[in-house]
């Protein structure tokens, strides 16, 4: 039997030279590729709205719509770097400053990476928003230049604080006089501006992008271009890609998930010591990114969030499907379990709207005729893959039990 280093190095060794993958890293999502294909208009549109910046001038803000994976974020990178490109050649003092609000979803750090990225520190915690705001502004004006703040996924902040930050931002040219911003607001929401306060609505949307989804033939193109970069020639056999693309097309032309299927297939292949990636390898892809993806999202969620979410795989198991109703009765159970306080009807379907709008759920509302409206509420993740989480999940622990069981059928239900 091999000692436990043994093996670790024999692992390590057969990693060092990888026989599948030229440049991995290529297929990552914070790679910016030099050729975005079928992304050409909304490059030439978002270059047009930020060339202003070249004179000095403070180019409009700019709000860009489109679903998750339809190429928002790497357009908006690689406008940005070739803008930086310029202005430096030019001498022009041009900065970018790129926040993912998913990863800083409170105000207080959404300003404070602002104020960091302009080389101003603020403790973690301890100040206001309107002191952090204040400190920005003074430190923005004794740096001259223009400053192109992206928020990207920004109907995170909107749905859990408001608009009240971006009703600043919106306005901080106001308060400049030697320093010029401007905002650019990404989200997978094309509501959102609907719902914004109108003095933001106005001044956000002062240009508007919408990005279509990808098709299966388009999905395809991305992948032979990014192959190209991250595998080796000969390792991909011929129906990968397109097997690759047309799952991706299913889910509303995402090339995120495309790329990532293409990734982790040539990642299992790698583990098995294959020398090719296969068909097999992309199905079983498929599974795992799922399981991930599921594992992710329901991490992030926050804990009467799991509850709704719970509530609803443990009433629509068996018949796939439950009323909002009958999700808040569930919810009310598992929180009196637990000796929670709960929330209210409206805050559970806000929730539920939530879920469906990051994919765990699907949510329709159907007429019952005189008797109203009601909405359906199906399962869109693996009830398994759920269910393994929440029953892990520490602040859930004392009803894991009653989770399993009510989740997964397994064992007897408590209900």
Do not use: W
Not at 39 to 51: D, G, P
Not at 117 to 133: C, D, K
Not at 312 to 338: F, H, N, P, Q, W
């Amino acid at each position: 039997m091999k000692a436990a280093s043994d093996i670790i190095d024999e692992i390590f060794e057969n990693f060092e030279q990888s026989r599948i993958f030229r440049d991995r890293e290529k297929l990552l999502p914070d790679y910016i590729p030099e050729v975005l294909p079928h992304r050409e208009n909304e490059i030439k549109r978002l270059a047009m709205i930020l060339a202003p910046s070249l004179r000095g001038e403070k180019p409009n803000n700019a709000f860009i719509y489109g679903l998750t994976g339809t190429g928002k974020t790497a357009v908006t990178r690689f406008v940005l770097k070739k803008l930086s490109e310029k202005a430096g050649r030019k001498g022009i003092k041009i900065t970018p400053i790129y926040i993912n609000i998913r990863r800083r979803d409170t105000p207080y750090r959404v300003i404070a990476d602002i104020a960091e990225a302009i080389g101003l520190r603020v403790p973690f915690t301890g100040l206001s928003v309107g002191e952090v705001y204040k400190r920005v502004l003074t430190k923005l004006d004794r740096r001259p230049g223009v400053y192109i703040i992206v928020l990207d996924e920004i109907d995170f902040l909107v749905r859990r604080h408001g608009d009240d930050l971006l009703y600043k931002l919106t306005r901080i040219n106001e308060d400049l006089k030697r320093s010029r911003v401007s905002l650019i607001g990404i989200t997978n929401s094309t509501t959102l501006i609907d719902s914004l306060d109108p003095r933001v609505k106005s001044s956000l949307g002062e240009e508007e992008i919408v990005f279509p989804p990808y098709n299966a033939e388009q999905l395809k193109d991305i992948l032979e271009e990014r192959a190209r970069e991250a595998f080796y020639d000969g390792v991909l056999d011929p129906d990968v890609i397109p097997l690759c693309a047309a799952l991706a097309a299913r889910e509303h032309g995402d090339a995120r998930r495309a790329l990532d299927l293409l990734r982790v297939s040539g990642e299992l292949a790698e583990r098995k010591g294959d020398r090719r990636v296969t068909r097999t390898h992309v199905l079983q892809a498929r599974i795992e990114i799922e399981r991930d993806r599921v594992a992710e999202v329901i991490k992030t969620l926050p804990l009467h969030g799991k509850l709704v979410l719970a509530s609803i795989a443990i009433v629509s198991r068996g018949r796939g499907k439950a009323t909002t109703g009958e999700v808040y009765d569930e919810y009310r159970k598992l929180v009196k379990m637990l000796g929670l306080e709960e929330v209210t009807f409206r805050r559970v379907s806000g929730i539920i709207a939530e879920l469906d709008m990051l994919g765990i759920i699907r949510a329709r509302t159907i007429s019952r005729g005189r008797y109203g409206k009601t909405r359906i509420i199906e399962l869109a993740a693996d009830p398994e893959a759920i269910n393994g989480v929440l029953v892990k999940d520490l602040a859930l622990e004392e009803i894991s039990g009653y989770l399993e069981a009510g989740i997964s059928g397994k064992g007897h239900s408590l209900r």
